[in-house]
């Protein structure tokens, strides 16, 4: 096997993440089977594209594989990994997506055999969305993915995981399974459940105040969008990360307290000093970056609130070669007109985009 574009590839759990794989993966050449309990998203894999043929077992998908990716629901991912063992060939790799890390590789180090390599994996991208309709080939671009380090798997075959999921326009990282842990208790499962504290307390009040959501704007959006995520999916992984997610809590905790403190006993300084200090952490992040690794040069377009308004700014961007490597439609002025985030390539691509929108009338200026 000269490249690992030779590897044979199967993919177990075809939802939002697995089904993204399998897209971005086809896309770059590889040969992908894959298998999901749920036949129609097996089927509807298929038909997109994500997966190359259609098997009908699990035996006949992960047979003639040499490296298995599992895209399950958490509490699943071990299970998967023993079930798969007796079908294998000698010398696979299993590398799995799953959201938190020292549980899986605590539940899969004891029957896992010499024989066989795991990389636990974790890319930092992903959705509030569900199933392998939400599925996307570039979710992966520009997004940072996490391997973990295993004590039986050498480097190298991590480096080899590593060189397949590249090509997904991911940048890779390796962490110890319980650092990784801990960050993603702080930047993610801690983020899922304010979303979801937030939503349920403006819930209650709109039960005594019939229309309060209805005037909730960019901020409340901005802030609860991944409370939408699938609740089982979420249980899941709070529930396996639970000392991280309680340490965060912690943390949390006390900042809420010392915020409110600041209001009860009417201290501005205390106050503005307190949000002086969360502006700054939170521009620590920086605004170029999707996740934390790769400098995106980012624009910021004004467009009336009508059909082709977006293509239009694609189409002049388009027409002087200008390639997009990322876009958000910032929903939050909803119906007097809209905003678009695009990321450009480099410094000079965003200049000349800058340049471009302007001849055309358009607002638009860096982020
Ligand atoms: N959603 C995100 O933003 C995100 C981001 C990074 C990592 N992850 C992780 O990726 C994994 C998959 O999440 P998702 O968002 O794609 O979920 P999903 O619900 O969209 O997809 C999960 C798929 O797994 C299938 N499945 C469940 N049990 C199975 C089993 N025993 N055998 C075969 N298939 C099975 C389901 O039918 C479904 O199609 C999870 O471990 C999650 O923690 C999710
Ligand atoms: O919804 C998104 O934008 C995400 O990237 C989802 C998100 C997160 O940021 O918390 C959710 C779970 C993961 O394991 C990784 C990413």
Not at 11 to 35: D, E, K, P, Q, T
Not at 296 to 303: D, K, N, P, S
Request: aromatic letters at 4%; charged letters at 20%.
């Amino acid at each position: 096997m000269n490249t690992v574009i030779d590897m044979n590839i199967a993919i177990v759990g075809l939802g939002l993440m697995g089904g993204s794989l399998g897209l971005s993966l086809a896309r770059s050449g590889f040969r992908v089977s894959g298998w999901d309990s749920d036949r129609r998203a097996q089927a509807e894999a298929f038909k997109i594209g994500a997966i190359s043929r259609l098997t009908d077992s699990l035996q006949e998908t992960v047979a003639g594989a040499d490296l298995v990716f599992v895209a399950t629901p958490v509490g699943w991912i071990a299970e998967t990994i023993r079930s798969c063992l007796p079908l294998v060939k000698p010398g696979v790799i299993f590398s799995d997506l799953g959201s938190i890390k020292q549980m899986v590789v605590d539940q899969v180090s004891p029957f896992l055999p010499d024989a066989c390599y795991f990389v636990p994996g974790h890319p930092m991208t992903g959705s509030e969305q569900q199933g392998i309709a939400a599925a996307d080939p570039f979710l992966f671009q520009n997004a940072a993915y996490i391997l973990v380090e295993h004590p039986r798997t050498p480097a190298e075959i991590r480096e080899r995981v590593g060189k397949v999921l590249a090509t997904t326009g991911a940048h890779l990282l390796t962490l110890g399974a319980a650092d990784h842990d801990r960050i993603v208790g702080m930047v993610s499962h801690l983020p899922h459940l304010i979303a979801a504290v937030l939503a349920k307390t403006a819930g209650t009040e709109e039960e005594a105040r019939p229309g309060t959501l209805n005037l909730a704007a960019g901020g409340f959006r901005d802030t609860t969008r991944v409370a939408t995520g699938s609740p089982t999916l979420w249980e899941g992984i709070i529930a396996g990360n639970k000392q991280m997610v309680l340490l965060a809590l912690d943390s949390f905790q006390r900042e809420l307290a010392a915020a409110r403190q600041f209001i009860a006993e009417d201290d501005p300084a205390g106050l503005t000093d307190f949000l002086r200090q969360a502006r700054d952490v939170r521009l620590q992040i920086p605004a170029k970056n999707k996740g934390f690794l790769t400098l995106l040069h980012e624009l910021v377009v004004t467009i009336e609130d009508r059909p082709g308004a977006i293509h239009e700014v694609l189409q002049d961007l388009a027409d002087v070669g200008l390639n997009i490597k990322d876009i958000e439609i910032l929903r939050v002025r909803e119906g007097d007109g809209g905003t678009l985030r695009l990321a450009l390539e480099n410094e000079p691509d965003a200049d000349r985009a800058l340049a471009v929108l302007a001849s055309k009338g358009i607002k638009a200026k860096r982020r």
